[in-house]
């Protein structure tokens, strides 16, 4: 019995030796693609959030400058 390691290693290697290879590692593309562009707007929304916060905090305050 193959152990699961085993098992999506050769559902890799076919999946790049099948004719449909191409069209499937396309939608696989766009699929990692498309997490990674939620993983930014999620990450993007908390740093705009701090950002706005610490410029809300310096509003009004002086600068000492040399």
Request: net charge negative; no cysteine; charged share 20%.
């Amino acid at each position: 019995m193959k152990s699961a390691v085993q098992k999506v290693k050769t559902s890799l290697l076919n999946f790049h030796e099948n004719e449909d290879g191409d069209a499937m590692q396309t939608v696989m593309i766009i699929a990692v693609a498309a997490m990674v562009v939620v993983a930014i707007i999620a990450v993007g929304n908390k740093l705009v959030t701090w950002g706005s916060g610490k410029v809300d905090d310096m509003t009004g305050t002086e600068i000492d400058t040399p």
